[in-house]
């Protein structure tokens, strides 16, 4: 389930970006997000996360720093993943 991070204010975005990829690299390594970047324009970020509900989804990314200090705020995009040919 998708989750776009757009930017709501620089400064804290910039201060708390260790604590956000800290916070990414442990749920990567649980197995809990599949992908995650943020726009090449610096408005923001996606993080792709693996769960079986949009609550669960949810409180994921309510201990993310970005969203704790109001740096980042979030919208949820359901969606089909199409996987292409050859890719497993």
Do not use: C
């Not at 970006?17 to 599949?34: N, V």
């Not at 693996?50 to 994921?60: C, F, G, N, P, T």
């Not at 995009?77 to 890719?87: A, D, T």
């Amino acid at each position: 389930m998708p989750f776009f991070l757009p930017m709501k204010d620089e400064e804290k975005s910039r201060v708390f970006r260790e604590d956000h990829l800290q916070f990414l690299a442990a749920l990567r390594k649980s197995g809990d997000i599949a992908f995650n970047g943020r726009f090449l324009d610096g408005t923001g970020g996606l993080v792709i996360y693996k769960a079986d509900s949009y609550e669960k989804v949810l409180e994921m990314v309510k201990k993310d720093p970005y969203v704790q200090t109001g740096a980042r705020s979030y919208e949820v995009h359901e969606w089909e993943l199409v996987v292409g040919e050859g890719v497993t």
